[in-house]
Nanobody
Framework: QVQLVESGGGLVQAGGSLTLSCAAS????????MGWYRQAPGKQRELVAG???????NYADSVTGRFTISRDNAKNTVYLQMNSLKPEDTAVYYC???????????????WGQGTQVTVSS
């Protein structure tokens, strides 16, 4: 099976920076899109940034210009560089990847366990 493991969350002051990492492992045949979502208490989970297998990116309006998503296909890893952090960025951040498992015909969504990002003011 496939596992996504996130790291890099923590506490940071407003205006600071933080980098999240998510590594996929297991019986992976291929990985299509990867992305980061976040969920704050009492709010729905929202897409923060996504990246295709070819490197095309998209961002939520609220993070455009501050966050950068990237991936290392050789390491099956996606990153989220977060700069100029604001208290509004405080949330649990979840890694997502569309993965085809060895021995299966179609790709499906996999999720990480989530990592807490807290931005203090």
């Amino acid at each position: 099976q496939v596992q996504l493991v996130e790291s890099g969350g923590g506490l940071v002051q407003a205006g600071g920076s933080l980098t999240l990492s998510c590594a996929a492992s297991g019986r992976i045949f291929s990985i299509n899109a990867m992305g980061w979502y976040r969920q704050a208490p009492g709010k729905q989970r929202e897409l923060v940034a996504g990246i295709t297998s070819g490197g095309r990116t998209n961002y939520a309006d609220s993070v455009t210009g501050r966050f950068t998503i990237s991936r290392d296909n050789a390491k099956n890893t996606v990153y989220l560089q977060m700069n100029s952090l604001k208290p509004e960025d405080t949330a649990v951040y979840y890694c997502n990847a569309v993965i085809r498992v060895v021995g299966t015909l179609y790709a499906k969504d996999y999720w990480g366990q989530g990592t807490q990002v807290t931005v203090s003011s």
